[in-house]
């Protein structure tokens, strides 16, 4: 028997066509629920105001850079969404005099469109707002090379084999709606695949590519980026697959609680806390990767509840 169709989108998979029971489950967890997911690979943790939640997502990238040495250069692969990390990790770098010419850093992704990633110029690229808002702002005598700031934005082979290269000591990421972490969006309901997604195995080859996006995903870019001007918002996306992400040594995922919704950021909680994994929620193939934290800004948990408005 074939699952449910999407009740948002019917010619894709998603978390809507899951079992009404895990659904259900996930909706009613409260903070405390949350916490107690944690177990060895997967640790959650709450913070009580934004300043220190951001702050500590920025402090991420001060922990793996200073790591990087001549013989073993490392790197963290960063976001955008949320960004409000960026302009704190300029400041620290300034502010304690960080040496970045042994560092790395990794964007996640880029849009497309006709083919081809964005320019800089584009209103929504995400390297000109990895660069605009961090990279720019550190003095110049610190900055690591442009060569060691990887964009999924050329040649897409030579981006995935960097992380063969140079060590991915942590990646970060924010969970879209449509429960994704950078572009990994769930895969369309089609040929082989009508009757059910494929096999997180299968989903987990796949590397930096360029693909398809969910119509969640379109839509909420333009509500958080544009201001909710669809026609701006490109339908393609290079971004960083599986394959890399399993070649950081941690996977760190930050949850403000505007990005995704409250229940949103209590499935894929769930999902990975109890090993259940499926491709119709990218986010919940990370309960295979064995070292995984989830960060929550606690005013931004909500609940799930009917609220008129």
Request: aromatic share 10%; charged share 20%; net charge negative.
């Amino acid at each position: 028997m074939s699952r449910p169709i999407s009740k948002v989108a019917p010619g894709w998979w998603d978390y809507t066509t899951l079992e009404g029971d895990l659904l259900e489950d996930a909706a009613g967890l409260t903070p405390k629920d949350l916490l107690e997911l944690s177990r060895d690979g997967f640790q959650v943790h709450m913070y009580d105001t934004l300043e220190e939640f951001f702050l500590a997502e920025a402090l991420e990238y001060i922990e793996a850079w200073k790591q990087a040495t001549p013989d073993n250069p490392a790197g963290i692969c960063g976001p955008i969404g949320p960004t409000e990390q960026l302009p704190l990790v300029a400041r620290i770098v300034n502010s304690i005099g960080l040496d970045l010419r042994n560092a790395h850093f990794w964007g996640m992704d880029e849009w497309v469109e006709e083919g081809k990633p964005v320019p800089g110029t584009h209103p929504l690229s995400f390297a000109k707002a990895d660069m605009e808002l961090c990279f720019n702002r550190i003095r110049p005598e610190l900055r690591m090379p442009e060569s060691q700031i990887h964009f999924p934005t050329g040649d897409l082979e030579a981006y995935s084999a960097s992380y063969d290269s140079v060590r991915c000591v942590i990646m970060q990421g924010g969970q879209g709606e449509v429960k994704h972490w950078a572009f990994n969006d769930p895969p369309k309901r089609e040929g082989r695949y009508i009757d059910a997604p494929p096999p997180p195995a299968q989903y987990r080859r796949l590397a930096t590519r360029v693909t398809d996006l969910h119509p969640m995903t379109v839509i909420q870019n333009a509500r958080t980026s544009g201001g909710g001007y669809v026609p701006q918002v490109p339908t393609q996306a290079a971004t960083v697959g599986p394959v890399e992400t399993w070649k950081a040594e941690r996977i760190s995922i930050w949850h403000p609680g505007h990005h995704d919704n409250p229940f949103g950021i209590r499935l894929t909680a769930l999902m990975i806390g109890k090993g259940i994994a499926d491709s119709a929620v990218p986010m919940s193939l990370l309960a295979d990767h064995p070292n995984v934290h989830f960060h929550y800004y606690r005013g931004g948990i909500g609940t799930v509840e009917a609220e008129m408005h």
